[in-house]
C-alpha cells in the first residue's frame, strides 16, 4: 500500500493512494510542533521523520521552534504515531534527508546557511548531534542535503540570491563533503563561472549510472552533472531550460523540485510561479508558468530532451513525488490564487498518470484548504 502524506501548516494527513485507479482517500491528521518544513522516511519505511519551525520562510524573521521529530509508520496502512522525543534545532530545517542506511539525519539550513548531522538511534529514534572536528563552509542560502547512493558523500544545495538594485549577485554552489559515519570533510565547491549564474535548488540521483540532475531555481534550468569515484564534475554535461516559453522578465519565475523516474529513464522538474498584481481592488495571479516538465533520458550520455510541458493544474507546486511502481505522480501546490477572470484556484493535490513513454496525463486533482497557511511538503512512502 501507498501512504501520501502532505501538510497543511503543523498538520501532517495521511491519504491512502490507490496508484490504479489514481485516487486519494483522506485517513488520520497528526499536529507537529511547528510547519511541516520537510519529511524524509527511514530505509526500512517503517518510520517517517518530520522537520518542522516557525520561522517564516526564507530570510523572513527567524522562530523559536524548530525540531525533528520522529513517528512510527503502522505497517500496511500507514496511520503516524509519535517515537520518542522531538530532536531540538537552531534554526528553521529548509530540507532534511537521512543518508543511506538511516543511521543519521542529515538537516540543511538555509538563514543562517549550514548542514548538520544527527545520529539515529538503534531503536529508530531521534539522537544527539554529531559533532564535526572540520569547519564547514555552507555556502550561501543552503536549499537541500542528499548522501550520495554509495553513502560516501554528502551534497549540500547552496542557491545563492539574484542581484537586487543595493546588492550584487550572491553566488550558489553544490558543496561535496566526504561522509563516514556522520563526519563531514575534505568539502569540495562545485560553482561553474565561480558560482555566478548557477542557482541549484535540488538534485537528484539517477538509479543506476553516475549522473546527478541539478535544478537550477534562478536559471529555470535542469543541469546534469556527473559523479565519477565519489567525484562530481566541476562542469554540467548538459543543461536545458525548464520553460515552455521564454520567461517573463517582471514576474518571478523559479524553477522547482527535480526527481528521476525510478527506472531512469526519465527525469521531472517543476516550474512553480505565484505573483500576484492589483486589478479591480483585488490581488490577482500575475501570470507565469505553473508546470511540470518532463524529459527523456539517454541510455548512453545521460542527457535530459525536452518530451513534454504538463499544466500543474494548480499555483506554485512546491513539491511533486512519483509513487514507487512510477506509474503515477502526484503535485501539491502550496496555495490558492484568484485568476484575472475571477476563477478561485484552490491549493490542491494533482494526480497524473505516467506513461511508457514518460509523458504525463492528468487524472484528477483534489482541493484543500488551507486557509492562511501552506501545503508546504508532500510524499509518499511504500508501507
Not at 490504479?20 to 527511514?42: D, K, M, S
Not at 539517454?298 to 499544466?311: C, F, K, N, R, Y
Request: aromatic letters at 8%; charged letters at 20%.
Amino acid at each position: 500500500m501507498i501512504a501520501l502524506y502532505a501538510n497543511v501548516g503543523p498538520e501532517l494527513t495521511q491519504y491512502d493512494l490507490d496508484v490504479t485507479a489514481a485516487t486519494l482517500t483522506r485517513r488520520g491528521t497528526v499536529t507537529l510542533p511547528a510547519n511541516v518544513q520537510y519529511a524524509w522516511p527511514h530505509a526500512s519505511r517503517r518510520y517517517l521523520y518530520v522537520a518542522t519551525s516557525d520561522s517564516v520562510p526564507g530570510t523572513g524573521p527567524a522562530g523559536r521552534t524548530h525540531h525533528v521529530s520522529a513517528f512510527r509508520i503502522e505497517p500496511g496502512a500507514g496511520a503516524l504515531t509519535p517515537h520518542g522525543a522531538p530532536c531540538r534545532l537552531p534554526h528553521r530545517p529548509v530540507h532534511m534527508a537521512t543518508d543511506i542506511p538511516s543511521e543519521h539525519v542529515l538537516v540543511a539550513f538555509n538563514n543562517p546557511s549550514g548542514v548538520r548531522v544527527y545520529r539515529i538511534n538503534s531503536d529508530a529514534t531521534l539522537g544527539a548531534e554529531v559533532t564535526q572536528r572540520d569547519p564547514i563552509d555552507a555556502g550561501i542560502f543552503g536549499h537541500q542535503v542528499r548522501a550520495t547512493p554509495d553513502n560516501r558523500q554528502v551534497v549540500l544545495v547552496t542557491r545563492g540570491f539574484d542581484a537586487e538594485a543595493d546588492k550584487p549577485e550572491q553566488p550558489g554552489a553544490l558543496k561535496v563533503f566526504e561522509y563516514r559515519a556522520g563526519a563531514l570533510s575534505g568539502e569540495t565547491s562545485i560553482a561553474p563561472n565561480g558560482g555566478y549564474g548557477f542557482g541549484p535548488r535540488h538534485l537528484d540521483f539517477h538509479p543506476t549510472k553516475p549522473w546527478v540532475y541539478v535544478s537550477l531555481e534562478r536559471q529555470n534550468r535542469l543541469d546534469l552533472f556527473t559523479l565519477d569515484g565519489g567525484k562530481l564534475s566541476s562542469m554540467a554535461a548538459f543543461s536545458k531550460t525548464t520553460l515552455a516559453a521564454p520567461r517573463v522578465s517582471s514576474l518571478r519565475q523559479l524553477a522547482g523540485t527535480v526527481h528521476v523516474h525510478p527506472v531512469g529513464r526519465f527525469v521531472y522538474v517543476a516550474n512553480r510561479a505565484s505573483d500576484t498584481v492589483l486589478a479591480d481592488g483585488r490581488r490577482v495571479f500575475a501570470g507565469g508558468e505553473n508546470s511540470i516538465a518532463a524529459y527523456a533520458i539517454d541510455a548512453a550520455t545521460g542527457e535530459p530532451t525536452l518530451i513534454q510541458h504538463v499544466d500543474s493544474h494548480g499555483i506554485h507546486p512546491r513539491t511533486f513525488h512519483i509513487d514507487p511502481s512510477g506509474r503515477l505522480l502526484v503535485v501539491a501546490h502550496i496555495m490558492g490564487l484568484t485568476l484575472r477572470d475571477g476563477t478561485e484556484v484552490p491549493a490542491r493535490l494533482s494526480l497524473f498518470r505516467i506513461g511508457e513513454d514518460g509523458k504525463l496525463a492528468f487524472a484528477r486533482a483534489y482541493d484543500v484548504d488551507v486557509g492562511d497557511r501552506t501545503m508546504w511538503w508532500m510524499g509518499m512512502v511504500d508501507v
